[in-house]
């Protein structure tokens, strides 16, 4: 039988975030499920809902709140599997600034991530009471690049970052742990899922297409349970797939242990409907004049292809 | 008499400018027999050059009408019946003097072993043999002159309109000149409509003189010129050639606008 | 040429030795913080000693980026993917065949500006718009198109850089088109020349001066826009993935060493077009 | 196709988002690429200046200007933001990097432009260089500065929308355009292209009008 | 006798060009007096335009020496000792007449007001009243050189340096420029290098002609020319004039390389 082919369009750059595909991938699981997975890494202006509107892509990683938002506005994403359980998205502050709850960031500045990364911090910030509009009573917001300079060069107050990176990149920027206030979203209690698989769900109709997905989530989460438990050789793997030569190696090892504590690989990626419903419900509740999303969406995830693999 | 070469009825022209109409030409009419040699000599801002540059088809008439060996000016434009020297030297600055000389007959086809021969040929008739690899900027201005004046004569048009060809040259080098051209209009029975400021110049080389009197530029008087087809350098200390340079000369001072 | 050498080496000694200053004055903030968080109190000439060596500075010192091209170039085999030249010869072929692209519209957009005179008033005003549409912020849309329409690899990253540079062409031709004066055109209409006649020996001679000084801004152009359009392109290879690389990381040094490559690169075929100015403009007669 | 909304679609989305839009013009138009492309442009225009006046400068300084201009935007405003900050000034900044090249190509080669015999007129005047520079060489240059301001009024505007994707308060053409494309709501893209286009070519109309009026003497100024 | 206004020692330039050097000076030696009036005339090409650059310190000599006024050419025209009128009008295009005539005026920092009257005086000497608002292009050739006769005129210079500026003028024009030109000089006591094609034009307004000849541009005769300070028009019909007319003309055609 010949082997079937696969797009997947990653969220970010080659790293460890990723680290399970390209286990797959440099391991032989595709092979061994009869595929040819490509995997195309992202970048920050690589939107996949964007990429998959494109026909560029099969299967795209992205976090829930973007998928949700692109599903009401046309591109209906349906999560197949939730590789990540937990949430890495914080907001990291210096600590000399006297920001130490939730309260005292009313007046300061705080860099946060767009394109669709924005809609769990405005959920927060709605929660709070803050506005983000730029008024004395709320909070300035600025739009984040890519790294944590504005926090480095006191630009900003606090900046967004990720447990797995970001967060290594200030404390690489002289910064002591003690010296930074940090808030997870997750202890905020407005986390939202990170990192899911999801494809188009026009294509969900086609029984092959669902078969074939099946198998490349089993063999995806072969990779991550592999690469969880051979942090070391699984970030050599990343760093074999970085074209860009740009990524150093201590750096990712740190990333991909991080990584490992938001995994959840026992349940063969199914996604935890509890998990979707607490993020819908942060997202409805995020309000603003753009919400995310206005009602709670329907179809936007199935076990389909997760069953499948069985 | 042969159909005219030129036929200009009623012609005038009229430049809008910012402040106000100029009136170039008014009330124009000529007409040239094949073979003539016509000077129009007058006041500078006559019209002398307008005139040509509407025969060339480079300006519209406003008014009245003209045509060129029977046809449109344009038409003749088009058939390249005429050659035309600027006032001004026009060489292009980035061909050399031949690649200058050259360029008419490459735009008319000419093979390209003969246009560098034939360019040769005028470049020496103009005395300029050497320069031929020159660039514009490296000669004198007489000498562009005369390199444009090679240029005009090099595809050898029936019609030659020039505008004051041999201002730039000293006695000697006009007189030289003067004495080819005459030879060349003999010898090929050319129609030349040749403006100057010089009378003696005028008078040794034409059939008729026109007379142009400014603002607005118009005809004063037409000199009949009959000094035959041989005319020697010394024909210029005839009674008669004196006879009539003094008509021209009172023509000229007529159309002055003002007193001398 | 050799003539230039030495003012340029002297206002590059220059320059370096601002730049020294500036390094420790830009940096010294960040060096204070991070000292003063340790619980240090350097002296002054460790200050400066740090200001320079800065892992992560606002402004690096020059021997930080040259340490940084010499580890990225020489000492790394060049098909590598660390290796700078790698980068750089994905973004040089990107934007030279982007650079022919633009050129050959540039010009021809000109060319009809110039004798279609309907296009002036019709065309001009779409070409100009045209440059007014952020193409680079819409870049991973026109990459995504493109991808739709099967164009993958280097064509969508040239198209990208096409689009950038025919623009600073087509107007420096439009006007150099119309440069030569009434007299010299008057001749050719004596001549009853055909346009394509006029075009040849008139107006493109003409506009050499103007063809070139838009030639070395679409060129500096060009390289720009394989640069960019290499970051919605999954930012794999090329000088633009080290930038944006290097700026994910806030790796300072990283970005400067990616940015010198660029700005080399573009400088040696500006400086090449300069050359072939020169050579062209010496057999044009220009005065030396 | 999602990519490309209906004009009506657009239409309408311009109309309910009018105030928005007119906020991010303000803040990437009437601030970042005014100041920018003033500086800027004033800026190649002064060193050009200079470099006309002292060869020295012009020779060494001309290779480096090529250089500057090499540097891609993608490269400078994140470099940029990191110095000026967040917000328009950064963008002005980087509209400044990109204007200033294009100017001082222009405006040496302008300066050039004048005639041998017109130089020697000023000369026999024994005119100061001040003089020269005023009555000959900056009349004589006008149509090569034009030329930069035209090739740098969309350029400008282009700086400044893509400097505001490394890092913006939550304002501006190029904040809207990028987060508003990832979240596909296209619309609202398309309605800020279209403000960005009919700007850009306003501004451009702008200088083009300018120019007619100031080099109507030159020969590609009468037909 | 009172110091040279110009005093040029074995003057020589060679003109390096791609294909080899021109000698476009050769060992030129000349003292020009205070007040005088000289006029050179020489074949096209000889070199004529190369001596006026030199004195004007346009062009710099490869050999000999050269003083203006006293001191180094250089000098001179920092101190603004002389105007010039060159071959071709060298009008700036972007100015009117008027504003054209006014350039050297404001640059030397002569007031407004009295820079518009004095221009305006300058243009009606040279018959161009009424055309102060024109721009360069919408005027006749001859137009235009005398709009740069009067811009040279304008800043009242002491020594004046003319290279054939009535080239392009007619009969009458230039015989009445010819006499104002005179008038001026008289009045003035300015000294005149004047560069001309025309033999009766030089021996009518000059105290000394010098005859050139061309490859290597050098002096071939000094035709001293002592008509006295008043010369009506006539004055050209005596046999004195007629004399020294013929003997510029006979050292004209010595110097010719080609045969006439
Ligand atoms: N810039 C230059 N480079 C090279 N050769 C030159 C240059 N200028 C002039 N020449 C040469 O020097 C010689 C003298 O030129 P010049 O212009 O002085 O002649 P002229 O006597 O004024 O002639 P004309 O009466 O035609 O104006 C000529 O042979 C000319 O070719
Ligand atoms: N393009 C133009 N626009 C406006 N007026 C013009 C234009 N060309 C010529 N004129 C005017 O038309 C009149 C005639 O000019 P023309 O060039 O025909 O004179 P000309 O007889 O050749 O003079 P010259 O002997 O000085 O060359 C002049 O008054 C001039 O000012
Ligand atoms: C323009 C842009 N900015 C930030 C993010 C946020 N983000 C999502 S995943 C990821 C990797 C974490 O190391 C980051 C930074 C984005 N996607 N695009
Ligand atoms: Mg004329
Ligand atoms: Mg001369």
């Known amino acids: 039988q010949g082997v079937e082919r696969v797009t997947l369009q990653l969220k970010w750059v080659t790293q460890a975030q990723f680290a399970g595909y390209y286990v797959a991938q440099a391991r032989g699981m595709y092979r061994a499920a009869n595929l040819d997975v490509r995997i195309n890494a992202g970048g920050p202006d690589i939107a996949p809902p964007q990429v998959m509107a494109g026909g560029r892509a099969d299967v795209v990683v992205e976090w829930m709140p973007a998928a949700l938002a692109s599903r009401e506005r046309g591109v209906p994403l349906v999560n197949i599997a939730q590789p990540f359980k937990q ?67 006191r630009q900003a107050d606090c900046v967004s970052t990720m447990t797995y990176n970001e967060y290594w990149q200030v404390i690489d920027g002289g910064f002591r ?20 698989l999801y494809v188009l769900e026009n294509r969900l109709s086609d029984a092959a297409f669902v078969a074939r997905m099946g198998r490349f989530v089993r063999a995806s989460m072969q990779g991550w349970d592999w690469a969880r438990q051979n942090p070391d050789a699984a970030a050599a793997i990343v760093l074999d797939n970085d074209a860009s030569g740009a990524q150093t190696e201590a750096h ?9 504590k938001l995994l959840d690989t026992t349940g063969g990626g199914r996604l935890d409907p509890a998990d979707y419903e607490r993020t819908v419900q942060t997202l409805l509740s995020s309000g603003g004049e753009s919400p995310v999303i206005t009602r709670a969406p329907t179809g936007a995830w199935t076990h389909a292809v997760v069953d499948a693999a069985r | 008499m042969a159909e005219p070469v030129i036929a200009a009825r009623d012609l005038s022209l009229v430049f809008a400018t910012r402040d106000g109409p100029v009136q170039a030409l008014s009330n124009f009419n000529l007409d040239i027999a094949p073979g003539e040699f016509i000077s129009l000599i007058g006041p500078s801002g006559c019209g002398k050059t307008t005139l040509l540059r509407v025969i060339a088809d480079l300006e519209s008439a406003t008014g009245g009408s ?13 058939a390249r019946d005429y050659g035309y020297v600027f006032q001004a030297p026009a060489l292009y600055p980035w061909r050399t003097i031949l690649g200058n000389v050259m360029l008419p007959l490459e735009i008319m086809g000419i093979p390209r072993a003969e246009r560098a021969v034939r360019a040769k040929a005028q470049l020496a008739l103009v005395n ?32 030659l309109l020039m505008d004051e060809p041999f201002g730039a040259l000293d006695e000697i080098v006009r007189d030289h000149l003067n004495e080819q051209l005459l030879k060349l209009w003999a010898a090929t029975r050319k129609t030349v409509v040749f403006v100057t400021h010089s009378i003696p110049e005028a008078v040794f080389l034409s059939t008729r003189i026109v007379v142009m009197s400014p603002r607005p530029g118009r005809i004063t008087d037409i000199v009949d010129c009959n000094l035959g087809p041989d005319r020697p350098l010394e024909i210029r200390e005839t009674p008669e050639f004196l006879r009539i340079a003094q008509r021209v000369r009172e023509g000229l001072r007529a159309g002055h606008s003002y007193d001398v | ?111 009809a500006v110039v004798h279609v005179r309907a296009l002036e008033r019709s065309l001009m005003p779409w070409i100009v718009a045209s440059q007014a549409v952020p193409v680079l912020a819409l870049a991973p849309i026109v990459i995504v198109a493109l991808g739709a329409m099967g164009l993958e690899g280097l064509l969508p990253k040239a198209i990208i850089a096409a689009y950038l540079c025919f623009f600073p062409i087509a107007i420096g031709m439009v006007k150099g088109l119309r440069a030569p004066d009434a007299m010299a055109r008057d001749l050719m209409r004596t001549w009853s020349a055909t346009q394509a006649q006029v075009f040849w020996k008139l107006r493109l001679p003409a506009s050499l001066p103007y063809l070139f000084a838009g030639l070395k801004v679409a060129m500096a152009a060009a390289v720009v826009g394989a640069i960019v359009a290499e970051l919605p392109a999954g930012a794999q290879a090329g000088l633009g993935a080290r930038l944006l690389a290097g700026s994910y990381f806030g790796q300072t040094i990283q970005i400067w060493a990616a940015l010198v490559a660029a700005a080399i690169l573009s400088a040696t075929l500006v400086g090449l077009l300069g050359a072939a100015e020169r050579l062209v403009a010496r057999r044009m007669g220009a005065r030396a | 196709m999602v990519l490309l909304p209906a004009p009506s679609a657009i239409a309408a989305r311009f109309w309910l988002a009018a105030p928005m839009l007119w906020g991010d013009f303000t803040q990437t138009f009437l601030k970042a690429v005014l100041s920018g492309y003033a500086i800027g442009c004033g800026a190649g225009f002064g060193l050009a200046l200079v470099a006309d006046r002292v060869p020295f ?22 470099i940029l933001a990191m110095w000026f900050g967040f917000d328009w000034q950064s963008k002005a900044a980087v509209v400044v990097a990109m204007t200033f090249f294009p100017m001082l190509v222009n405006t040496v080669a302008g300066l050039a432009a004048a005639g041998a015999l017109e130089r020697d007129l000023m000369r026999s005047y024994a005119a100061s260089p001040g003089q020269t520079l005023w009555l000959l060489k900056l009349p004589a240059a006008l149509p090569f500065i034009f030329t930069a301001l035209k090739v740098n009024a969309p350029l400008a505007l282009i700086g400044a929308i893509v400097a505001e994707f490394f890092g913006s308060p939550t304002q501006g053409m190029g904040f809207r355009i990028t987060t ?41 100024a009468r037909p």
């Open chain 2, 66 to 78: 003209i045509t060129v060996n029977g046809r449109t000016p344009e038409q003749a434009r088009l």
């Open chain 3, 1 to 111: 040429m050799s003539r230039s050498i030495i003012p340029v080496l002297t206002i590059c000694a220059g320059l370096v030795l601002l730049w020294y200053g500036g390094a420790i004055w830009m940096n010294w903030q960040v060096v204070a913080d991070t000292q003063a968080r340790a619980g240090a109190t350097p002296g002054l000439m460790d200050m400066v000693r740090l200001t320079l060596n800065h892992a992560r500075p606002l402004l690096p010192a020059p021997h930080q980026i040259l340490d940084e091209l010499w580890r990225s170039t020489a000492t790394l085999p060049v098909t590598s993917r660390r290796s700078l030249v790698h980068h750089a010869w994905v973004t040089l072929s990107a934007a030279l065949v982007g650079f022919g692209m633009g050129t050959a519209i540039g010009v021809l957009l000109a060319v």
């Open chain 1, 87 to 153: 949430s890495g998205l914080m907001l990291t502050c210096r600590a000399e600034t006297g920001i130490r709850t939730p309260a005292d960031l009313r007046g300061r500045t705080l860099g946060v991530w767009f394109s669709g990364n924005e809609y769990p911090f405005l959920a927060w910030m709605a929660r709070l009471n803050l506005p983000t509009n730029g008024t004395p009573q709320g909070v300035r917001v600025l739009r984040q690049g890519f790294n944590v300079d504005p926090l480095l060069q």
């Open chain 2, 128 to 159: 300029l043999s050497g320069f031929e690899r020159k660039f514009p900027w490296q000669l004198s201005g007489g000498m562009q002159q005369r390199a444009s004046i090679a240029r005009a004569l090099a595809f050898e048009p029936k019609l």
């Open chain 1, 177 to 196: 742990p003690d010296q930074l206030t940090v808030f997870r979203y997750a202890d905020q209690g407005v986390a939202t899922l990170e990192d899911g």
């Open chain 4, 57 to 78: 400068l012009r020779r060494g300084l001309l290779p480096l200007g090529h250089l500057v201009a090499a540097l891609p935007v993608v490269g400078i405003a994140p």
């Open chain 4, 180 to 220: 508003e494309a990832a979240k596909l709501a296209l619309d609202l893209v398309w309605a800020e292209i279209v403000v960005a286009a009919v700007a850009g070519s306003a501004f451009y109309g702008l200088v083009a009008l300018a120019e007619r009026a100031a080099t109507f003497w030159h020969p590609s």
């Open chain 1, 252 to 260: 990712q090892r740190r990333m991909m242990a991080e990584i490992a």
